[in-house]
């Protein structure tokens, strides 16, 4: 179990992560809260026909979060899912260095959005879903500078092949929305469900 003191928040039940992103877990630890990380082992299907990004994000998104709450009966599960949309396109994980090479090629001097939705199941049964989009402007960068990006490994298990936080934040202009919706959660969204619902308190002491 992962356990911080140091947050401004606090659990009043161990939250069930069910992703093995670090990045989740770095942002659940920065706030304080008390959760065990339990990835789904859900296969992610290709979009359906007529099924806008948004949509699919928020699909996937159920799709995992059940799947580990099944396991979980009567405990608060948090799943996500994290997409990257060029011109209306999803980007998924580059399936080699060749394809991260024309995926971040795509993306340079342009602007995309990076869509994160978030499902929360509940003790209870119910469950809230919901998505957020934050758009991203890439600088203009040459074939050897990518190349040379793509070397370090960062880019082979990112969405959109770059990692925001990481070696790739200099791919980066500008952003509009939210920063942690880009690492993989938009951290003052899920906040704000997880305080609604009592799950977490304002640590006092």
């Known amino acids: 179990m992962n356990k911080t003191t140091n947050g401004p928040f606090k659990t009043t039940e161990t939250i069930i992560l069910a992703s093995g992103s670090p990045r989740r877990r770095e942002l659940l630890a920065d706030l304080g809260l008390d959760f065990e990380v339990h990835p789904s082992t859900a296969d992610e299907p290709a979009p359906l026909p007529d099924e806008d990004a948004t949509q699919y ?28 949309v060029l ?31 978030f499902c929360l199941f509940l003790p209870d ?17 040459g074939k050897e500078e990518l ?15 770059y990692a925001i936080q990481g070696i790739g934040t200099f791919l980066v202009t500008a952003i509009r929305g939210s920063y942690t919706n880009v690492v ?6 899920v906040l704000e469900e997880l305080l609604d619902t009592g799950i977490i308190q304002p640590r006092k002491n």
Do not use: C
């Not at 049964?125 to 960068?141: E, F, H, I, K, L």
């Open 184 to 189: 993989g959660l938009p951290v003052a969204r």
């Open 147 to 161: 190349e040379s990006y793509i070397a370090t490994g960062e880019p082979m298990d990112k969405a959109g092949a």
């Open 87 to 117: 011109d209306g396109q999803i980007m998924g994980k580059p399936a080699d260095e060749i394809d991260a090479l024309a995926k971040l090629t795509s993306l340079s001097g342009k602007t995309h959005q990076v869509i994160t939705a």
């Open 57 to 84: 994000a928020k699909r996937m998104a159920e799709m995992k979060t059940l799947d580990v709450a099944t396991s979980f009966t009567g405990r608060t599960v948090l799943g996500a899912d994290t997409i990257v």
């Open 125 to 141: 049964g119910n469950t809230t879903t919901q998505a957020v989009s934050t758009d991203v402007d890439m600088r203009a960068s």
